[in-house]
């Protein structure tokens, strides 16, 4: 055998027991033990990471931009555009020194192209439609080739008719790990792009000209609590890598733990750069890194705007807080069934009332989820980070609301017993309430 078949046959091998051993972690979602040999696979909460083929040292990938109808949470289905018939796209995730190809299908009705958020590229493999490469039309495939050079926590999404196909949900997550290994191995890598979308109540298309108020703020195109709850193991090292493609900053709040912020697209921050933090900005285009050693405990993590923490609701409404709206709400009721005004006493009671009161088609309550002491009342970019003492490694499985150990719960030490019902249901005319378009089927009976 010369000297070059030999190394195309080793090559050809090296390639056939990489794409095995991606396969393989794929089927078995269990982690790989981080070092200078191999790492971590990221994992995409509600979404999946991109396959490749191995072609002559070349990892290929495949991404076909479409549209297609995508559920925010039970009770909101929007067509939305994406990629490979998702919102956000798959996580490409590869590493420092590979060459990769980037096929590019356009299944749009409208021309398109892919920016490579932050990567390090030829110029004319950058993406801007018009200026590095004409557009790709509607049934064409392009291909983009490039080097790694880099490490870091990146994104993609189109540069082309922007304002509307990032709003429609075009967007996804690139991930390159370093080809030296992690100086601090990581045993779960979690991959969260943050997006808002307007979904005026009652329609299904998200509207791309709004540019403040929006009625939806999501992690990986899902709201609370549709998003899967990020799990790990009491302390197991845990990174969550956060990439912003929505119109607003957010500021992401970790509670229970002071967290690192160890990252972005400029890479893997030298340690000297790290900066202990319970709360880090995601600027709109920005990426953060975060890392932590896993406290046990049902860890709320959210953005610390209120307002995206929830999901549809009116904002040009008076405040009528402290005033007693029951009248003028039975006369409105009578008017225009299922109306509610903001509340009297707060705004937690409307909660309960989304159990029996359906808004307008297609809209999801402002606020959603039960924990395990009642209503969480929130939506939106909000999630639970469930840390436990006896989750085997890989298992990202649920594993229910935190065990407390007795006697670290707060707990009443004064006032009723049982707390006095937020609303007088008394008044309120039920007769008019259409109950033909309602689930009943996920209402708790338990409570009166
Ligand atoms: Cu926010």
């Not at 370093?178 to 298309?205: C, F, Q």
């Not at 490694?393 to 609301?401: A, I, K, M, S």
């Not at 935190?402 to 005319?429: C, F, I, L």
């Amino acid at each position: 055998m010369n000297r070059m078949r030999r190394n195309i046959f080793s090559s050809a091998l090296a390639g056939l027991g990489a794409a095995f051993s991606v396969r393989a972690q794929e089927q078995a979602g269990a982690p790989v033990v981080a070092g200078r040999t191999g790492y971590t696979p990221v994992r995409t909460l509600n979404g999946v990471t991109l396959p490749y083929e191995l072609k002559d040292d070349v990892k290929e990938f495949h991404l076909i931009a479409g549209e297609f109808e995508h559920e925010f949470a039970p009770g909101s289905v929007a067509t939305c555009w994406g990629y490979n018939g998702r919102t956000p796209g798959p996580t490409i995730e590869a590493v420092e020194g590979d060459r990769i190809r980037i096929l590019v299908t356009n299944n749009l009705p409208e021309h398109t192209t892919i920016h490579w958020h932050g990567i390090l590229l030829p110029s004319g493999m950058d993406g801007v439609g018009g200026l590095n490469q004409p557009h790709i039309l509607p049934g064409e495939t392009f291909a983009y080739e490039f080097t790694l050079r880099q490490h870091g926590t990146h994104m993609y999404h189109p540069h082309a008719d922007e304002m509307l196909q990032l709003a429609a949900g075009m967007m996804g997550m690139f991930i390159i790990h370093p080809k030296d290994g992690e100086p601090k191995p990581i045993d779960r890598d979690y991959v969260m792009l943050l997006h808002n979308w307007a979904m005026h109540p009652g329609t299904s298309r998200p509207d791309p000209s709004v540019m403040q108020d929006f009625d939806l703020w999501t992690i990986n195109s899902k709201v609370f609590p549709a998003i899967e709850f990020p799990v790990a193991r009491t302390g197991e090292r845990v990174r969550i890598r956060l990439g912003n493609l929505s119109m607003w900053n957010h500021p992401v709040h970790l509670h229970g733990h002071q967290f690192v912020v160890t990252g972005s697209d400029g890479g893997r921050w030298p340690e000297t750069l790290w900066r202990p933090e319970t709360t880090e900005i995601v600027g709109v285009g920005q990426t953060r890194d975060i890392e932590f050693v896993a406290i046990p405990g049902d860890w709320a993590m959210h953005c610390h705007m209120s307002h995206h923490t929830m999901n549809a609701m009116g904002h040009e409404v008076p405040n009528l807080l402290g005033s007693d709206q029951s009248e003028a709400d039975k006369k409105i009721m009578s008017l225009v069934p299922g109306y509610m005004s903001m509340g009297a006493k707060g705004m937690a009671e409307h909660q309960d009332h989304s159990m029996h009161m359906p808004g307008p088609r297609n809209t999801l309550p402002m606020m959603m989820g039960t924990g395990p002491f009642g209503n969480l009342e929130m939506g939106g970019m909000f999630t639970v980070v469930k840390i436990r003492d006896d989750l085997a490694p890989g298992d990202y499985r649920d594993p229910g609301w935190y065990p407390n150990p007795e006697g670290t719960v707060a707990r009443r030490v004064a006032g009723p017993a049982v707390a006095a019902p937020a609303v007088d249901h008394s008044k309120m005319d039920h007769s008019q309430m259409d109950h033909s378009q309602m689930d009943h089927s996920n209402m708790d009976h338990s409570k009166p």
